[in-house]
């Protein structure tokens, strides 16, 4: 079954830039998406289509697909960034497949 | 705009089974599938697999094959996921999304469902 790897955390800095990555095989060739989770909230799509982003959403969120990895970056990092971050993509017309997720934290 | 409304949190006995209904609206139901995804406490998002609401065909991730039904009522615009022989490790938040390759998932509310003797 395909897979998707993300680093377990990634800190940052107040203000300074996250990357989160998301890799899997030949995944520049699928489209990725990414959802923010916090606590007793529902997800939220964040970036969607590699690097789009829905109404809503900071331009401080962008993202990037090529080869074998994906990329959500974040700049200008706030407290209120600090979450749970999934990629997902759609395999074989079949298969919702998640990435096992990273956590931000904001120092 | 896309909203996914679940019904309430749910408390069951190991054993038993769970029903939870997503009722869609915003958009034209039968044109997206379903997808149910659960949480358990500390993991990550599991998917339990999806449903057409045209066709009604299903696909289910082996783990829950014998287990999950998934079904659609197009007249009311609602998807249900019923889980059968609950055990503690059930115990999760469910969330319905609408499928969409292209734009990304539009998310229900989650439901907890709480499976304790």
């Known amino acids: 079954s395909y897979e998707l790897t993300q680093p377990l955390s990634v800190s940052v800095a107040l203000g300074q830039t996250a990357k989160i990555s998301c890799g899997g095989a030949n995944l520049g060739s699928k489209n990725v998406h990414w959802y923010q989770l916090k606590p007793g909230q529902a997800p939220i799509l964040v970036i969607y289509g590699d690097s789009k982003r829905p109404s809503g959403i900071p331009e401080r969120f962008s993202g990037s697909n090529s080869g074998n990895t994906a990329t959500l970056m974040i700049t200008t990092t706030q407290a209120g960034d600090e979450a749970d971050y999934y990629c997902q993509v759609w395999v074989g017309g079949t298969d919702l497949v998640f990435g096992t997720g990273t956590k931000v934290l904001v120092l | 705009q896309v909203q996914l409304v679940q019904s309430g949190a749910e408390v069951k006995k190991p054993g038993a089974s769970v029903k939870v209904a997503c009722k869609a609206s915003?958009?034209?139901?039968?044109?997206?599938?379903i997808g149910w995804v659960r949480q358990a406490p500390g993991q990550g998002l599991e998917s339990m697999g999806w449903i057409s609401a045209w066709t009604g065909n299903t696909h289910y991730v082996q783990k829950f094959q014998d287990r999950v039904t998934m079904t659609t009522d197009a007249s009311t615009n609602t998807a249900y996921m019923e889980l059968r022989s609950l055990r503690s490790d059930d115990t999760a938040v469910y969330y319905c999304a609408r499928l969409d390759d292209d734009d990304g998932l539009s998310w229900g509310q989650g439901t907890l469902v709480t499976v304790s003797s």
């Open positions: 915003g958009y034209t139901f039968t044109n997206y599938g």
